[in-house]
């Protein structure tokens, strides 16, 4: 590949990215980068978990309904998924430092408003401003990682950054419940603005605007349309198939608008002169094989993370705070597991690393599927602590394959890869391993029930109760004696139980197919291109 230059605009004089100049002061300096970049990154990732824990609250406090609560959620995640790639492409052309500012700024401020909101109407809007601007913030801080970072630091760079990220989500619940319980629901959005005036000035005085010299110069107006629409269809599919059934036609007209949006987007990037994301990136096997990996990685871990909060709380009758403390193995694990994943792969490639993640996080979604309802914290916690110890090499591992097998000048966009395919995987998971889960308690609820010789139950009573079922929850009605509510707490555990571990053995499967595509991915081969200006 040619030598591609990074501009710094502070100096208005490019600076050629091969012999880069050591960083004067605190502008540009690689791990001040790193440090001001983790603050932004951790708000967008804390705000994914901690807002759950926030939801009951929520609810209650502004009068709404199960479905504009869930839409806290999904109105995040999807304006998230849909935004990522184009956000990428708008650091690309515009600057990451400037992105990442607006990012920033836009996220706290949402934040905020969220805070001061009194209709859910307006948390819903502002969630979605709230994810619109995550994804400028998102690619950007990868983008900036890439191009200060010089190759042989970078892994070790992505590894300390996607330890930022899995201990902020996997802290969320846990600080949302102590904010939650102590001071109030607002409280969980009012941290953001503090810390989002951080990052803020840390930014202004630490980042520095790097741009290859070939970075686009037009904007693809049509390929955002199409790939945002693409993306819309796929995710809001996702979300709704739980509610609309798998076999309903509107879910399989969306997923069809998706895949004519994503054939009409090929073909539009095929012809542009300065395309969204150029076809030829996925020439690049190894890149391919990462985006993959990325997907398969994050179906294997969110879907089976969210049947486990359900089993923490529901089940074993954990708070969300305790809930929260029982996953500590698992983001400890993370928080370990990281940085030294980045320092393997620096050393040996990233292939053996991901393969062997993906083999731990296998085994330890197989441990999870033989969990019972009766299963103590230590057992648990061996199977928590596997899994943040395989999902750690893949975190640092697909990262640094997608973004440091993608040029320079597309940094941005490959950060908005890997973010998307981990936003979809999740959304792939959740909704695949939710249809696991309800086709099996489906299936065994009324034999079990039957069994345990308790009241029969109409096809409407049964159908709520296999909803409660399908979160851990028992269906006791209000005047039921001791002695049936027990048994219908035993039926109602043990059919989770049983479909839990069915989804857990899917993930198992996800997990055992990305072993073999991990050992397609290969040490980024443009990374030289990003060593940038500043000493390390």
């Given amino acids: 590949m040619t030598s591609q230059t990074t501009v710094d605009k502070a100096d208005e004089a490019p600076e050629p990215v091969s ?25 967008v990732a804390l705000d994914g978990t901690i807002v759950a824990i926030a939801n009951p609250a929520i ?9 504009d609560v869930q839409w806290i959620t999904n109105g995040y995640f999807l304006a998230l998924a849909v935004a990522l790639i184009t956000a990428g492409k708008l650091g690309d052309r515009f600057g990451h430092r400037q992105t990442f500012l ?13 805070g001061l909101s009194d209709s859910i109407a307006l948390v819903v809007t502002f969630r979605v401003l709230q994810g619109l601007f995550g994804a400028l913030l998102m690619p950007a801080a990868l983008g900036l990682l890439r191009a200060t970072f010089p190759a042989e630091k970078l892994n070790m760079a992505i590894g300390i950054w996607g330890m930022v990220i899995g201990a902020s989500t996997a802290g969320g619940p846990i600080l949302g419940g102590l904010l939650v319980q102590h001071v109030s ?13 951080i990052a803020l000035v840390l930014g202004l005085v630490i980042l520095r605007d790097h741009r290859a010299e070939n970075a686009p110069k037009s904007f693809d107006v049509v390929g955002i349309v199409l790939l945002s629409a693409a993306m819309f269809c796929l995710v809001w ?12 036609g509107m879910t399989w007209t969306f997923i069809g608008a998706s895949v004519l949006s994503f054939a009409l987007f090929a073909a539009w990037e095929s012809k542009v002169a300065e395309p969204l994301i150029p076809l030829a990136l996925f020439r690049s096997v190894a890149l391919s094989a990462g985006v993959v990996l990325m997907v398969l990685m994050a179906i294997a871990f969110m879907g089976g993370l969210f049947f486990v909060t359900f089993y923490l709380q529901n089940v074993h009758g954990m708070s969300p705070v305790d809930s929260g ?16 994943a980045g320092a393997m792969i620096t050393k040996m490639g990233p292939r053996i690393p991901l393969a062997g993640g993906m083999l731990c996080t296998a085994v330890a979604m197989y441990g999870m599927s033989t969990l019972e309802a009766g299963t103590g914290s230590g057992l648990m916690s061996l199977w928590f602590a596997l899994l943040g110890l395989g999902l750690a090499p893949v975190m ?5 394959v997608i973004v440091g097998n993608a040029p320079m000048e597309l940094s941005g966009v490959a950060g908005g890869l890997q973010q998307a395919a981990m936003q979809i995987g999740g959304s792939l998971g959740t909704a695949v391993l939710g249809a696991v889960m309800a086709s099996k308690v489906d299936s065994e609820l009324p034999d079990k029930w039957a069994e345990a010789k308790l009241p029969p139950l109409s096809e409407a009573q049964l159908d709520k109760a296999a909803e409660a079922v399908q979160v851990g929850v028992a269906p006791v009605p209000p005047k039921a004696t001791p002695s049936v509510a027990e048994q219908i707490t035993s039926v109602a555990h043990d059919t989770f139980m049983s479909g839990m571990g069915l989804a857990c053995l899917v993930a198992t499967g996800v997990a055992v197919v990305a072993v073999f595509v991990a050992f397609l991915t290969k040490r980024g081969v443009n990374a030289e291109a990003g060593a940038g200006v500043g000493h390390i």
């Fill in 325 to 340: 403390l029982h996953l500590l193995p698992l983001t400890g694990m993370m928080i370990v597991g990281s940085p030294l």
């Fill in 59 to 67: 609810q209650k406090d502004l009068g709404a309904t199960f479905a």
């Fill in 237 to 248: 599919a996702l979300i709704k198939a739980p509610a609309w059934g798998w076999g309903d």
């Fill in 19 to 43: 012999a880069p100049a050591p960083a004067k002061g605190l502008r540009g300096h690689p791990w001040l980068t790193l440090f001001a970049v983790a603050i932004g990154v951790m708000m």
């Fill in 185 to 197: 629901w607002q409280s969980v959005f009012f941290i953001n603005v503090p810390v989002g005036v």
């Fill in 102 to 114: 607006i990012g920033v700024v836009g996220f706290a401020a949402a934040s905020g408003a969220i």
């Fill in 396 to 400: 640092v591992g697909a990262t640094e």
